[in-house]
């Protein structure tokens, strides 16, 4: 299935502290160079689609609380600081992606050169991927 978001940003835009809540569809579509940062999606049921969908390279997620799972695809985009609830996982496709600081169930890396440290997942969930994958700080489960 084909989703529309219900937001859409595109190249260079900016969204901070908007309070998101979708049904049936991605809250928000991040096309690139963009900056979401100190966002809850929250109450989030998008049935097979993800809360968040980043395309593009050089986009910024930061100090955001989501539900559902994220997808960013591209390169260079920086997800730093966010918090998920279950089930919630970011999943990133692309090179040089850099993560760091985020609590969740899990994160899973569907390329190589990908960048995280000091976050954290919790159990069964975890980090999961393909070579390629740099560490820096300690990782923790609990």
């Known amino acids: 299935s084909t989703f529309e978001p219900s937001l859409q940003i595109g190249a260079d835009s900016r969204v901070t502290g ?12 991040a096309r690139g160079s963009s900056l979401i940062r100190g966002c ?10 993800p809360a968040v969908s980043i395309w593009g390279d050089a986009t910024i997620f930061e100090d955001n609380i989501f539900e559902n799972w994220i ?11 966010n918090l ?12 040089g ?3 760091e600081g985020n609590i969740g169930p899990s994160i899973a890396f569907e390329n190589t050169g990908n960048f995280f440290g000091n976050n954290r997942v919790a159990l ?3 980090f999961s991927g393909t070579d390629g994958n740099v560490d820096w700080g300690g990782n923790v489960t609990y």
Do not use: Q, Y
């Open 40 to 49: 809850p999606f929250l109450d989030v049921n998008n049935e097979g689609a």
């Open 97 to 99: 992606n850099i993560l």
């Open 71 to 81: 997808s960013i695809s591209g390169n260079d985009n920086v997800v730093a600081r």
């Open 84 to 95: 998920s609830n279950d089930p919630a996982s970011i999943e990133v496709s692309g090179t």
């Open 18 to 29: 908007a309070d998101f809540g979708c049904d049936e569809t991605p809250c928000l579509s």
């Open 124 to 126: 069964p969930g975890g």
